[in-house]
């Protein structure tokens, strides 16, 4: 195992890297822009190292920034949380071109993952189920239109290098095709230096359930169910819960084993996870997320699995120490994204200091967060202000438990707003609570909002 493991990543995600890391005795690095010089994580780290300015090219970004601590600090290891360079394969070539242990797949896998119509590809070679679309990148704008009036309206065109929601349109008519085209390339190349795009039907009333997946350098490869994360805005989740509810066991079973199978076939090491489109009792492979999630918690909460510490374990060339018959789900894990938006202004991000910050407690409940009484929110990274993850025996009880720990939440700055009444108006929704809701949810909650009540007298 590692001596000394940099952590190259900021916020909740480092926070939380570190501490498995210094429960298995492990001696950690921190590295920090100027703007956050203050934060939780320089507190939390043994050694923190600052790296460059507030904005991410210049240091979160910056892989010979985060080399160089590494050098500095006699790291073996970098884990690079989610986000930033987590699944970038320079980054991780970078890393082993210095001798250093990149936490997560090997940097061929990551970039043959990373270029999602290439892992189309291969999930369909390994016989995954995917919507009709392209198996390859649609260069012209003639084969896209030949392609879309193929398949059918409305179609959905995705950069192949994109996440977390950006770099797609939806288009739901051959006019629109032509601009849609041209923005989602010219959107793709500004946002990932690369406008390649790729085509394949839009499914209008549709889950997003994902599977959790481990594999070592020992050819064992295992999962621990799904999550589903069909709320969102904008393609991004905002509530992840495991089980899945509802779910047929066929098809629980069966979404499992492509995950399974898709990750023998292309030799996966790490953390990873795989997602997938369900509709009408048939599930299709989306893409795969080469890094931890930001929705990990669920799954940890359900099986027990201390994800972060497997990351390494399998990075340090260690077998898996679990079974597939040991993993054994109990209860039911909800997770509330909490962002410092505003909603009422199509969730615009509201950077500020925070002047108060008091996250919920109580049994069963756990918070993922860098915010404090003073913390003062950046412009420059993510919104994220706090994670709040609930347990039950029973999808019921795990929801109270969540509405009365967002009632909890105590959030307050100048011009800061935050997202926890909407969650709470989310997990209220009867479509929720029966477990029948899909990725149009919250889009129509915000189209048709409640009605005021009526004041008495």
């Given at each position: ?93 970078i890393c082993t071109a210095n001798g250093l242990v990149f936490v997560g797949p090997p940097p061929d896998v990551i ?325 029948t809701h899909t990725t149009a949810l919250l889009g129509a909650m ?12």
């Amino acid at each position: 195992m590692f001596d000394t493991v940099l952590v190259a990543n900021r916020g909740e995600i480092a926070l939380r890297v570190l501490r498995t890391c210094q429960e298995m005795g492990i001696r950690t690095v921190a590295v920090y822009s100027t703007a956050d010089a203050d934060s939780a994580v320089v507190r939390a780290a043994d050694v923190a190292v600052q790296i460059g300015p507030p904005q991410p090219r210049g240091s979160y970004n910056s892989a010979s920034a985060i080399v160089e601590a590494a050098r500095q600090t006699g790291a073996q290891a970098v884990h690079p949380g989610y986000g930033f360079l987590s699944e970038d394969p320079d980054f991780a070539e970078i890393c082993t071109a210095n001798g250093l242990v990149f936490v997560g797949p090997p940097p061929d896998v990551i970039a043959r993952l990373g270029d999602k119509a290439v892992a189309r590809k291969l999930m369909s070679d390994a016989g995954l189920p995917l919507l009709p679309g392209s198996r390859r990148v649609v260069n012209e704008l003639g084969e896209a239109l030949a392609l879309a009036d193929e398949i059918g309206f409305p179609v959905i065109i995705k950069a192949v290098a994109g996440g977390g929601g950006r770099g797609m349109t939806v288009v739901r008519d051959r006019r629109e095709l032509p601009g849609a085209y041209r923005r989602t390339r010219s959107t793709a190349q500004a946002l990932f230096g690369n406008s390649r795009v790729y085509i394949e039907r839009f499914c209008e009333q549709v889950r997003h359930v994902e599977v959790q997946v481990l594999a070592d350098s020992h050819g064992n490869v295992l999962h621990l169910g799904e999550r589903d994360c069909s709320v969102q805005r904008r393609n991004q989740k905002l509530v992840e819960e495991t089980p899945a509810p509802g779910l047929d066991p066929r098809l629980r079973a069966a979404v499992a084993d492509a995950a399974v199978r898709g990750a023998r076939a292309v030799g996966y090491v790490g953390a990873g996870t795989f997602e997938f489109l369900v509709a009408d009792g048939e599930f299709y492979f989306m893409e795969i997320n080469c890094r931890i999630q930001v929705e990990h918690p669920v799954t940890e909460m359900v099986t027990g699995v201390d994800l972060v510490r497997e990351q390494l374990r399998v990075a340090a060339g260690e077998p898996l120490d679990l079974t597939q018959d040991e993993i054994q789900p109990r209860g039911v894990a909800l997770e509330c994204r909490v962002n410092a938006e505003d909603p009422l202004r199509d969730f615009a991000p509201t950077p500020g200091l925070l002047d108060e910050f008091q996250p919920p407690a109580g049994p069963f409940v756990r918070v993922d967060t860098h915010a404090f009484p003073g913390y003062r929110v950046q412009p420059h990274y993510d919104s994220l202000l706090a994670k709040v993850i609930t347990w039950a025996p029973d999808r019921p009880q795990a929801i109270a438990r969540m509405q009365r720990a967002l009632r909890e939440l105590t959030v307050s700055g100048a011009g800061v707003c935050n997202t926890a009444d909407v969650l709470g108006e989310v997990l209220a929704h009867p479509d929720f609570r029966a477990g029948t809701h899909t990725t149009a949810l919250l889009g129509a909650m915000l189209a048709d909002p409640p009605a005021a009540p009526e004041r008495a007298g």
